[in-house]
């Protein structure tokens, strides 16, 4: 794999990309959250507005995988005793079906229970590292920055859903740790298309506060050129 920059379109301005300290980051591409029966529909929302995220995803991510550099997956979830299920949170949401609750694919966003588990278009590949999160964020109560930085990876191109939830706290949380994060605009996606778009102005806004954005092309290109 080739160590030397490439240059991304983006906005505020153009990313360079150290390939070999780089690594895809797809955030909480699951079947609770995108497939029908799950909990992202037992709140009330239309998944066909992540399903979206879905295609751009995969041609990043074959592409991706094609330059030999990391890939690292995350999912949102609990213990099946739910002890580190918050009683804050398990209150939050449709009454009528909560976390851990039966669903049509398994106890809602139980670790090892159908709907848990990331969709079969993007499932990882043996090798590549799965983050089991209890928060929205990314780095909270995982081992990701100890993964990242025995990779010695200093750079994340970040996806998945929802922009304005999880994808924005993971970004967050690793622009406070001091990595610079790019988010791909079209492998991100809300439930609700309007937060979408202003959590992406959010995290480019004043010089890029807290990184960058561009969209899935642009990185392909970049990374499929082989310099």
């Not at 406070?176 to 979408?196: N, Q």
Request: aromatic share 6%; hydrophobic share 45%; net charge negative.
């Amino acid at each position: 794999m080739a160590h030397r920059v490439v240059h991304i379109p983006a906005t505020p301005s153009a990313f360079a990309l150290e390939k070999a300290h780089a690594a895809l980051l797809i955030i909480d591409m699951q079947r609770d959250f995108l497939e029908p029966g799950g909990f992202g529909e037992a709140l009330g929302n239309d998944v066909s507005h992540l399903r979206r995220a879905i295609a751009p995803n995969l041609a990043l991510l074959t592409a991706w995988r094609a330059a030999g550099m990391t890939v690292i997956h995350t999912r949102e979830g609990h213990r099946t005793d739910l002890a580190d299920l918050p009683p804050a949170k398990h209150r939050r949401g449709n009454a009528a079906l909560r976390i851990g609750d039966h669903g049509p694919m398994g106890r809602i966003l139980v670790r090892g229970e159908a709907g848990h588990d990331i969709i079969p278009e993007l499932y990882p590949l043996p090798g590549e590292p799965v983050i089991d999160k209890p928060g929205k964020g990314a780095f909270f109560a995982t081992d990701l920055e100890a993964i990242l930085r025995h990779c010695r990876i200093n750079q994340l191109v970040v996806t998945g859903v929802t922009t304005e939830v999880c994808v924005h706290t993971t970004i967050r949380e690793a622009n406070d740790r001091g990595y610079e994060c790019l988010a791909v605009s079209d492998c991100c996606a809300s439930y609700f298309p309007e937060f979408h778009d202003m959590a992406l102005r959010m995290i480019a806004a004043q010089g890029g506060i807290f990184g960058w954005v561009g969209d899935s092309s642009a990185v392909i290109d970049a990374i499929s050129r082989g310099d």
